[in-house]
Each structure stands twice: as C-alpha cells, then as structure tokens.
C-alpha cells in the first residue's frame, strides 16, 4: 500500500481547493472545449439528416451546458465508485488525499441535476425524456449494475456497459434539435450514435494503454490485461472501426468525400502511433497514444458535423 502526507493545499480556501482539483481530476477548459465541439456537431449531424436548419443559439447552449454538468457527474461518480481503491493505491489523489472531500465532489454533482433539469426546461421540456435515462444510466454504471465483482472479471463486459452511455448522451444532446419537431430520430442518427459509442471505446482504451514500468499495482489497464502490443493493435482497431462508421455518416449527410479526408488523415497518424506503441512500448508512446485519442474523437466530431455543412452550403 503507497501513502502520502495530507495533500498540501488542504487547509487552503475552497476555491484554490475546487481550482486544484478541476485541474487534476477534470481538467474544465479541455473539457468544455471538445465538448462543445461534441455537443455542436451532434446537434448539426441532426439538423442536416433531418434537412432543417440549424437551431437557434440556445439550443447549442442548453446541449453544451447540460453535457459538461454530465461529463463532471461521471467524474464525480468515479471518485465514489473508486474510493477504497483510490485509498489503497492511490492516496495521492485530491480526494483520498483531503484536497477536497468526497461530499463536496458529490454536492456538486447532484446539484447539476436541478440545474441541467432546468436549462433543458427552459428550451424544451420533452428533452427531460432522453435527459433522464442518461441519469438512470449513470446510476447503474455507478452501481457497477448490482454486479460489481462479476462485471469486474469481464473487462470487455464492463467497457461495453460503461461505455453505453455515450450514445446515449449524444441521443440527449442530438433530441435537443429533433425531439421539438419529431416523435422519432431523423433517419441515419444511429450511424452517429454507433459512432458515438465506438470513439468512446477509443478513448477509454487509449487512455489506459500504458508502457510496462508505468503499470501500477490496482490499476487495471488493457495494456496490463493483453500486453501492451495486442493493446495498442485493439486501439488501432477500435478507430479504424470508427472511421468506417463516420465514412457511413459521410455517405448518409451526402458529404462522404468531405468528411472522409480528414477522417483518413487522422486514422493514418492514429495507426503510425499505436502500431509504433506495439513495436516499440515506451512511456512516451504512451503519452502520444493518449493524446492521439483525444485528437482523433475531436477530428471525427469536426468532419461529422461541420465537413457536411460546409459541402453542402449549409450556412448560406
């Protein structure tokens, strides 16, 4: 078991308090940033394979706001999932550590339920619909289901299950635009929603594929799990995976060539990095294959939503 002192800063006012953690544990300006770009292209995706125009700006506001309280709700759910573990092999974390308490961290995230309630309110009350069962989700992600050993011991069970949510979130964030005019998800939404699902995959596992002297005891990554080569070939396939679903896209909003160009560009940097990774497992390859997750999820977002409207004159 690995301890430390009490975090530093722990005596220090809540608001450095709340300023070192966003900093460590949800970093708010990169956060804000790629979802804002999330939460915009997927309300333009809707727009286009429905052939209305975009919607008025608060609508973008209301999806963008409501996805930020979401993604800080997840974060907030896995400081309470984690606790014990977070104790025994990661004390150095703001919250086993006294940088900020686990009821502050939860407070805050319970209190953007009124407040994401309310934004979605003001816009559309219907959307509560799609909003709700993402917060049933997360619920039962965070109960790990009422299975916690069994799913556990399936790690691939558990990345399906956990990453179930982002389509669901993009359902939310894309119903901000068609639930006001439609019963139903205009045709082709679920090419996006697949494709939400799978670079949600790419994230989850690029962030854990890890150079053999940075695996940690009680840190479960796939690199420790499968090897760090057959990891980082799993990455690789998971954004090939996704580049066939946004190329569909592509083809659905009639813009295929638009949004497929940056598409490969990426994938073919995505490959020469985590095919490099396999060769040759360093820690700056792992850092390169973290980062090259988030780029590729915000390239495929930008040519899914903005390449398509660009094409087609969809400003004018």
Same mark, same amino acid.
């Given at each position: 078991m690995t301890t430390v002192a009490r975090h530093p800063a722990a005596e220090a006012p809540l608001i450095k308090r709340l300023w070192l953690y966003q900093a460590e544990r949800f970093p708010l300006m990169k956060t804000a940033t790629l979802l804002a770009v999330f939460s915009a292209a997927s309300i333009a995706v809707?727009? #286009?394979?429905? %052939?209305?125009p975009l919607p008025e700006i608060w609508t973008f506001a209301v999806a963008w706001a409501v996805t930020v309280i979401l993604f800080f709700q997840m974060r907030a759910c896995d400081e309470w999932k984690d606790l014990e573990d977070d104790r025994t092999y990661r004390p150095e974390r703001p919250v086993p550590s006294g940088l900020v308490s686990l009821r502050l961290v939860l407070g805050l995230g319970l209190a953007g339920i009124p407040l994401g309630a309310a934004l979605v309110a003001s816009h559309a009350p219907v959307v509560l619909v799609p909003l709700a069962i +993402?917060?049933?989700?997360? /619920?039962? !992600?965070? !109960?790990?289901f009422f299975v916690p050993e069994w799913l556990k011991a399936r790690p691939f069970l558990y990345l399906v299950? #956990? !990453?179930? &949510? !982002?389509?669901?979130i993009d359902l939310f &964030?894309?119903?901000?635009?068609?639930?006001? #005019?439609?019963s139903a998800p205009p045709p082709g939404l679920w090419i996006f929603l697949a494709l939400s699902f +799978?670079?949600?995959? @790419? &994230?989850? &596992? /690029?962030?854990k594929v890890?150079?053999?002297?940075? $695996?940690?005891?009680? @840190? $479960?990554?796939?690199?420790?799990l499968l090897g760090p080569a057959k990891a980082a070939r799993i990455w690789v396939a998971a954004a090939t995976a996704a580049f066939g679903l946004l190329v569909l896209l592509g083809v659905a909003v009639g813009a295929p060539v638009a949004v497929a160009i940056p598409g490969a560009v990426a994938l073919a940097i995505v490959a020469w990095i985590g095919l490099g990774f396999?060769?040759?497992?360093? +820690? %700056?390859g792992q850092k390169k294959v973290d980062l090259m997750a988030g780029l590729w999820v915000f390239v495929c977002y930008t040519a899914a939503g903005f390449a398509p409207l660009v094409a087609a004159g969809f400003w004018s």
């Open positions: 809707s727009a #286009h394979l429905a %052939g209305r +993402v917060w049933l989700w997360l /619920g039962l !992600m965070t !109960m790990e299950s #956990h !990453m179930a &949510i !982002m389509p669901l &964030i894309t119903a901000t635009e068609w639930l006001p #005019h439609a +799978v670079n949600g995959c @790419v &994230i989850e &596992i /690029g962030r890890w150079a053999p002297e940075s $695996e940690r005891e009680g @840190v $479960e990554t796939y690199s420790a396999a060769r040759n497992p360093t +820690v %700056g």
